[in-house]
Every structure is written in structure tokens, then in C-alpha cells.
């Protein structure tokens, strides 16, 4: 039986060079990130910057599946307290996948290294993994491709999995910010590093999603210097299904309300018509 995998990114290793987002690009095949793709003697537009920092990609989307996050911390006029922190961020591989449970298609699969993986010859782009992810981390491509109006996210390198290799972000990242392997490792690890971290003065070092707690347990999760939401990440994100559920009960009961309600001006109505029938 394959071993569950896993990814562990060490916010505190990271230090925003952005080799993981080239590296992504590289071995998917991913377009650039432009506002219009070169074409013969074309260069192609770019973004206008974000003035997020040193973002450039702004967030993960169909052709960005690996986004390096920049944020700049500072309390005083002059700045001289600057705190910098960073992170690398991709699809979270949720033991309790919400983008799989709702795939009408079975088009998202559970691989045999644990991962969520999207075969685009099934999707039919209905978009329901992109409204039940909690992460944001879905999207449908627009290019102009086999792939166009498909859904798209990092598959942990899937191909490079089976031939014994890591994904490419892990494999090229120069500080092993990202690591990659046996989940239950890379969690004993976790938890050394962040007892270091605290000992050394850190005390808002924590690890997010590195237990069952969110989501049954993220197979890509964090080491953070901060809070969860400093990162632009859910402090108690919810699966599809414990959403949908109650939601589609109220709706239920709603309809069955307004039903019995319309019924009954209905018969009051009609007794109404009958009365007067009568006394004419």
C-alpha cells in the first residue's frame, strides 16, 4: 500500500524568492501570468503591479497553482519596526475535500498518495468545486486550449509522484521552506519546529492544519508566525457539506412553509367564494 504524502511549508524559512512559483510553471506547463499572452511578434501586456509588497501574482488561480504571499507589518509612522512575513501557498490536499464530495462528475480523485487530483477530460466546468472550496484555491482556466473552461489547481505534481520524485515547488525551494513526504514525519517534524520556534521567542508561532481539526487534517499544511487570518486564511474554514446540508433544510423548510401558507389562503378563499354564493 502507497504511503500517505504530505507538504509542510515553513513560513519562517521563507523568504519570498519565488522559486517554487517558476518552478510550478515550469514543470505544468502553466502560461505566464500575463494580462495577454505573446503571440508571434506580439510581446504580450503585463499586470499593472498589485502594490501588494513584492506580489505579483495577486492569488492563486487557473495558471498560478503555487502563490508566494507578502505581508508587511508595521505600527509606527517611520516603519522602523518593519516585521516581514511570507508564505507559499497552494492547494491544501484536505483529508475531508469539499471540491471532491460535490464533483458531479467524479472528475476529483483521491490519489494513492493522498492528494486531490482533477482529471480534465472529465470536468464539465460546472463550477461546483470552485464555490465549495473554503481556500479559494480552484479555478477555470480561459485559455484558449484543450484545457479552456476546465477546472484547475496543483496536483502535488502528480506525475512526478509516481515515478518517485517530489513535486517541483519542494524540490527547488533553496531554504526547504517546503517540504514534501511521509505525512506522519512531516508532522513529528512540524511540531519540533514549532516547539524551537516558540523556545526561541516566537509564542504566536502555531501549526494550521497540521491535525484533524480543519477539514480531517490538511496533507499540505503550515507552520505561521501569526494568525491564521494574517495569511488570508479561514480560521475555522467548513467542508461543502456542512454548509450545504443546513442550508438546503432551511431552504426545504422555507418552501414547505410558504406552500401550506398559500394552501390555506387558498381554502380560506374559496370558502369565502362558497359563503357568498350562498347567500345570493
Same mark, same amino acid.
Given at each position: 500500500?502507497?504511503?500517505?504524502?504530505?507538504? =509542510?511549508?515553513?513560513?519562517?524559512?521563507?523568504? #519570498?524568492?519565488?522559486?517554487?512559483?517558476?518552478?510550478?510553471?515550469?514543470?505544468?506547463?502553466?502560461?505566464? *501570468?500575463? @494580462?495577454?499572452?505573446?503571440?508571434?511578434?506580439?510581446?504580450?501586456?503585463?499586470?499593472?503591479?498589485?502594490?501588494?509588497?513584492?506580489?505579483?501574482?495577486?492569488?492563486?488561480?487557473?495558471?498560478?497553482?503555487?502563490?508566494?504571499? =507578502?505581508?508587511?507589518?508595521?505600527?509606527?509612522?517611520?516603519?522602523?519596526?518593519?516585521?516581514?512575513?511570507?508564505?507559499?501557498?497552494?492547494?491544501?490536499?484536505?483529508? *475531508?475535500?469539499?471540491?471532491?464530495?460535490?464533483?458531479?462528475?467524479?472528475?476529483?480523485?483521491?490519489?494513492?498518495?493522498?492528494?486531490?487530483?482533477?482529471?480534465?477530460?472529465?470536468?464539465?466546468?460546472?463550477?461546483?468545486?470552485?464555490?465549495?472550496?473554503?481556500?479559494?484555491?480552484?479555478?477555470?482556466?480561459?485559455?484558449? !486550449?484543450?484545457?479552456?473552461?476546465?477546472?484547475?489547481?496543483?496536483?502535488?505534481?502528480? !506525475?512526478?509522484?509516481?515515478?518517485?520524485?517530489?513535486?517541483?515547488?519542494?524540490?527547488?525551494?533553496?531554504?526547504? @521552506?517546503?517540504?514534501?513526504?511521509?505525512?506522519?514525519?512531516?508532522?513529528?517534524?512540524?511540531?519540533?519546529?514549532?516547539?524551537?520556534?516558540?523556545?526561541?521567542?516566537?509564542?504566536?508561532?502555531?501549526?494550521?492544519?497540521?491535525?484533524?481539526?480543519?477539514? #480531517?487534517?490538511?496533507?499540505? =499544511?503550515?507552520?505561521?508566525?501569526?494568525?491564521?487570518?494574517?495569511?488570508?486564511?479561514?480560521? *475555522?474554514?467548513?467542508?461543502?457539506?456542512?454548509?450545504?446540508?443546513?442550508? /438546503?433544510? =432551511?431552504?426545504?423548510?422555507?418552501?414547505?412553509?410558504?406552500?401550506? @401558507?398559500?394552501?390555506?389562503?387558498?381554502?380560506?378563499?374559496?370558502? @369565502?367564494?362558497?359563503?357568498?354564493?350562498?347567500? /345570493?
Amino acid at each position: 500500500m502507497t504511503e500517505t504524502m504530505g507538504m =509542510f511549508t515553513d513560513t519562517s524559512l521563507c523568504i #519570498g524568492c519565488k522559486a517554487c512559483e517558476v518552478a510550478c510553471h515550469q514543470w505544468n506547463s502553466l502560461p505566464a *501570468n500575463l @494580462a495577454e499572452q505573446p503571440y508571434a511578434n506580439n510581446p504580450g501586456l503585463t499586470y499593472p503591479m498589485t502594490g501588494n509588497s513584492y506580489d505579483n501574482t495577486g492569488a492563486l488561480s487557473a495558471e498560478n497553482w503555487r502563490h508566494v504571499r =507578502f505581508i508587511e507589518q508595521s505600527e509606527l509612522p517611520d516603519r522602523s519596526d518593519l516585521r516581514w512575513l511570507m508564505m507559499s501557498d497552494g492547494c491544501k490536499h484536505c483529508a *475531508n475535500a469539499s471540491c471532491e464530495q460535490v464533483c458531479p462528475t467524479g472528475a476529483i480523485v483521491r490519489t494513492e498518495f493522498g492528494s486531490t487530483y482533477i482529471q480534465e477530460q472529465v470536468c464539465t466546468g460546472c463550477r461546483d468545486c470552485v464555490a465549495a472550496c473554503p481556500f479559494g484555491v480552484i479555478h477555470i482556466s480561459e485559455t484558449a !486550449d484543450h484545457r479552456q473552461g476546465t477546472a484547475r489547481k496543483c496536483t502535488f505534481c502528480y !506525475d512526478r509522484l509516481q515515478h518517485g520524485l517530489q513535486p517541483a515547488c519542494a524540490q527547488t525551494c533553496p531554504t526547504s @521552506a517546503i517540504r514534501f513526504g511521509p505525512i506522519n514525519e512531516l508532522r513529528t517534524y512540524a511540531h519540533q519546529r514549532l516547539a524551537e520556534l516558540q523556545h526561541a521567542g516566537e509564542l504566536r508561532a502555531i501549526l494550521y492544519g497540521a491535525d484533524e481539526s480543519i477539514l #480531517g487534517g490538511l496533507h499540505s =499544511f503550515y507552520l505561521l508566525l501569526d494568525s491564521p487570518a494574517t495569511y488570508g486564511l479561514p480560521d *475555522n474554514p467548513k467542508a461543502a457539506a456542512q454548509t450545504v446540508i443546513p442550508s /438546503s433544510l =432551511f431552504s426545504i423548510g422555507g418552501a414547505i412553509v410558504m406552500g401550506l @401558507a398559500s394552501l390555506l389562503a387558498f381554502r380560506r378563499r374559496r370558502m @369565502a367564494q362558497n359563503a357568498a354564493l350562498a347567500e /345570493s
